[in-house]
């Protein structure tokens, strides 16, 4: 299984709302990230989990939040977001070290509309 | 640190062109370079990879070859199809920067009919 999975595929949200997002690989990978894509825009990294240890990107505001709950799935929490946060959210996962390992392999995204 | 600079495009073809992307980068060591491909609506997919100098990635008729002398990873494919319109992201990655992913600003590329 080669494949990473994101639920939902879109959320539409209002700014007052809790939401999250949810990520999901089964290749054994033990880093997983999360990044933020505005649309033709390259893919801006908002944080890392490496063997469930996380590294931020300290640019990212507090109102999304990441949570690891094991080495396979990956959860990014959204609160208090406002209408510039609408994007599509990449996660993906790779092995760690080594030229052969840092490929990193990307599910399809979740949409985001903040109203 | 290190960077990557791509041909911003948009670049637009007609079927059975030849396309050519140019890529360059900056590493402080030595990097791993990938071209990944956005379809429309899609998340982001490995094109081809190469780890080492010399070496050519090679995938769906697209190829590019990693040229440490001249820094560059330059995608070409012989003859393109409308399926191949898409966004496509030239990135680097090394153990200075904890392999993470360093991004191109993306080529938009169409093919017509």
């Known amino acids: 299984d080669t494949e990473v999975t994101q639920t939902p595929k879109h959320l539409v949200m209002g700014m007052t709302n809790k939401k999250s997002l949810k990520c999901e690989q089964h290749?054994?990978?033990?880093?997983m990230y999360w990044y933020k894509q505005k649309a033709k825009k390259p893919p801006e990294l908002m944080f890392v989990y490496s063997y469930e240890k996380l590294s931020i990107n300290e640019s990212v505001p507090s109102r999304f939040s990441p949570e690891c709950p094991n080495s396979s799935l990956l959860n990014l929490h959204l609160h208090a977001l406002q209408p510039e946060d609408s994007a599509l959210y990449l996660c993906a996962s790779s092995q760690i070290g080594g030229p052969a390992g840092n490929e990193q392999f990307f599910g399809p995204g979740t949409r985001l509309t903040v109203l | 640190g290190n960077s990557v600079t791509q041909m911003e495009g948009p670049v637009t073809l007609s079927e059975e062109a030849f396309l050519t992307i140019n890529c360059t980068y900056t590493a402080t060591g030595y990097p791993s370079l990938f071209w990944y491909v956005q379809y429309p609506g899609e998340g982001l997919q490995l094109l081809l990879k190469?780890?080492?100098?010399?070496d050519k990635g090679s995938n769906k008729g697209f190829e590019a070859t990693y040229r440490k002398e001249t820094t560059s990873f330059h995608l070409e494919k012989g003859s393109v199809q409308v399926s191949d319109s898409a966004v496509y992201f030239c990135a680097l990655s090394e153990l200075a920067n904890d392999y993470k992913l360093s991004f191109g600003a993306g080529t938009t590329v169409t093919v017509r009919a």
């Open positions: 290749m054994g990978h033990r880093a």
């Open positions: 190469a780890t080492k100098a010399d």
